[in-house]
């Protein structure tokens, strides 16, 4: 927990001791070009914030298909340009879309859409976390995405990054044009109560760092401290040159393996006592730009 | 997910649905005063910030009693004072004290103390959760905190808000001048590798809504980015006047379980499916100031 400029020392240590096993860190840079997969430039979200922040989520079609072709839509009918984040509540969730209620959803854009809160398990190739969950009977990860079942259905977990769908009361009010995001400790008695669509892959700290809104929940109650999203496009939109291109750890390779290994027992040099479990959410599925 | 604006929606739902149960923060607001025992001016550690927070920190000698004594003499020999928060590592921590590494420690301040990464569970009143726990076989409630336990010794699980002591690689190099707290999803891995010392009580948003540091592990790169700790005391040593008073949730308060039922199972009107279950770390202990 302190700095690693005590690395002389450190030094010392490792020429006495048993070989010091890689870091989780260690695992993910080391790791061939075939551990990663690309981000589908379709399920590529990204946004320009006016802090000159830039957050890049990926949208997981195999979950929520409705909505994310929803917020295609929005995205496209330009819903989140000039929108703005409207809620920063500490240790829960950032909130955006949701600036003026009263604006018309873009033409093409369902008002209403099925609850996608979980999915069939049938189809999916679960790697197994290998530790036991507090949530769901069954934890793992599925193409790059962490997954929770109870042997039937199958359904996102809400770790942090990942993100949702706001609704009002009634499941089925939920259109995407209101999304938010997990900024603390794993929410997770809103798995199943809420449809979940993607996950960052980067810039969240142009999110998390933001400061708290002092209203209920969280709330900006002065419009005027919300941050403007002054940008939102689909990746696939993007001219080729000026596209970002992100990538995701497969959940088959064995540098993946050996990564979720490394989190439950970590046995760098800091560590005296290997925890040998990891929570679902405690392994977050390394994600990089392309090289 | 929503704004609360929408309460005539929620009151036309609630007309033809049956009862709605209270949310944990109804339970918690309706609590009478024996739910809630003080927290000690002894074992409160007040920290004003240079953008203007207060933090304040229970101390818990009952888990950590040389740190806490070590940390006394810190703040009382002024090492906080002028110093700095120099870590702010996005879903982990932010860190203070470790603005000089050079600084003497103050007279009476021992430089070298015993790890405190668990004690007997003898002796602790332990509620249990009533949910498993994925690093833990044991964990619970006792004296309004969180703890952990494999039977034999208990230990102070890494929730966020939690305070801990850095140290180098040798487990006896934390003194308790270099302070951290969680800012993100728990990092139980740290649990009985690292000695934790307390909780924030309050003003947490003062630390989690600092910008992340781009060195490595979050460190500021340039200390102009360093937010100074303009002072810190014990609240013993304030005049009783101008002390600030904080309370806590007692463990063995009936509110304090009807509170943890309702995180494990939501029943207020948003939730269409109660989870069954809670992780500890995501079943903060309520404090508050005292009224």
């Not at 690693?4 to 061939?32: D, N, Q, R, T, W």
């Not at 909130?95 to 604006?103: F, L, M, N, S």
């Not at 892959?201 to 708290?212: K, Q, S, W």
């Amino acid at each position: 927990m302190r700095r690693y400029a005590l690395l002389p020392l450190f030094a010392l240590l490792a020429a006495a001791a048993p070989p010091v096993a890689k870091s989780p860190g260690e695992i993910v840079a080391a790791a061939p070009a075939s551990a990663w997969r690309a981000v589908d430039p379709d399920n590529l979200l990204l946004m320009d914030l006016g802090n000159d922040g830039h957050v890049a989520i990926e949208l997981t079609p195999a979950f929520a298909p409705a909505h994310v072709a929803n917020i295609r839509a929005l995205v496209r009918g330009h819903w989140f340009d000039g929108n703005a984040i409207v809620r920063v509540q500490d240790n829960y969730v950032v909130q955006w879309g949701g600036a003026d209620e009263k604006k018309p959803l873009p033409v093409g854009v369902a008002a209403h859409l099925p609850a996608e809160y979980e999915r069939p398990r049938t189809g999916l190739a679960i790697r197994a976390l290998g530790s036991r969950d507090v949530y769901a009977p069954e934890v793992g990860h599925a193409d790059g995405w962490p997954v929770a079942s109870d042997g039937k259905s199958a359904w996102l977990p809400h770790c942090y990054g990942m993100v949702g769908v706001g609704r009002d009361m009634p499941p089925d009010t939920g259109t995407g044009a209101e999304l938010y995001t997990v900024i603390g400790q794993a929410p997770r008695h809103l798995d199943r109560n809420i449809t979940v669509v993607g996950r960052i892959v980067d810039g969240i700290e142009a999110m998390t760092a933001l400061p708290r809104g002092t209203g209920d929940l969280g709330f900006y109650s002065d419009p005027t401290q919300r941050l403007a999203i002054t940008r939102a496009r689909i990746a696939s939109d993007v001219p080729e040159a000026e596209r970002p291109r992100y990538q995701v750890m497969r959940s088959d390779a064995p540098a993946f393996a050996a990564y979720v290994d490394a989190r439950a027992n970590r046995r760098d040099a800091f560590f005296v006592r290997p925890a040998g479990a990891v929570d679902i959410c405690n392994a977050p599925v390394p994600t990089r730009r392309a090289p």
